[in-house]
């Protein structure tokens, strides 16, 4: 089975701290993706990336930033943190090439990192 | 802008029960779509995803549809058991952008 695992289960982080958030899949895959779940919100597409070294933003990636040098891991960084950036954060992956996300597979999710900002 | 609704918001129901949630798309043009269950604080794991080609997808007691005319997809659970509370997500893959879109999900209660 694939295996997505985010380091964190729960950060609680002071503002203004950079904050680091890991993400490693073990399938090869291409694709990883960082999404946040805020409750009436549901889940917003921050950053992705297609392939090593190489990153799109998503829809929400004002205050973040991240970094992809090895295939099987995704970082999220968030520069300086502000109390509006806690929330949950999911990684994802998922193989195949192209930015057609979800064609032929399913989407791997980790477990979640639940991110305070005090 | 491509919007994902999915109704009920939530649902409680009885052990043993068979129930439908729906998923509907304000753009029918929908590549593909993927159901969710997620368990509270949690992330979501993939149950069933309908590929381009298909219209419905089985797992268990799980079964799945997509009607691309409408945009409307159901995820139809079987002799409901309270080890399926949980919400359940929808997410389809736009054919116009790409993205993949999710719906806020419908939380299940199956109470014994």
């Known amino acids: 089975d694939v295996k997505v695992t985010q380091s964190s289960r729960y950060l609680v982080k002071r503002t203004g701290e950079k904050v680091f958030l890991e993400c490693v899949q073990d399938m090869d895959h291409e694709n990883m993706f960082w999404y946040r779940q805020d409750p009436g919100l549901g889940l917003r597409l921050i950053y992705f990336?297609?392939?090593?070294?190489?990153?799109e933003k998503g829809d929400i990636p004002e205050g973040y930033s991240v970094s992809r040098e090895k295939k099987e891991r995704f970082s999220l960084i968030l520069e300086s943190a502000s109390t509006n950036q806690t929330s949950m954060y999911l990684c994802a992956s998922i193989g195949g090439l192209g930015t057609l996300m979800g064609a032929s597979e399913k989407l791997f999710f980790g477990s979640g990192t639940q991110l305070s900002v005090l | 802008k491509q919007e994902v609704t999915q109704i009920p918001a939530a649902l409680s129901v009885p052990e043993g029960e068979n129930l439908v949630l729906n998923c509907s798309f304000t753009?029918?043009?929908?590549?593909?779509l993927q159901w969710f269950r997620q368990d509270p604080g949690k992330g979501l794991t993939s149950l069933l995803l309908i590929q381009s080609s298909q219209r419905e997808q089985t797992s268990g007691r799980l079964n799945a549809s997509l009607d691309k005319s409408s945009g409307r997809s159901t995820l139809y659970i079987a002799a409901s058991q309270p080890g399926d509370s949980a919400t359940y997500l929808c997410?389809?893959?736009?054919?116009?952008?790409?993205?993949?879109?999710f719906g806020q999900g419908t939380t299940l209660q199956v109470k014994p």
């Open positions: 990336s297609y392939d090593v070294k190489m990153k």
């Open positions: 753009d029918s043009a929908i590549y593909n």
């Open positions: 997410a389809g893959t736009s054919s116009n952008t790409g993205k993949l879109i």
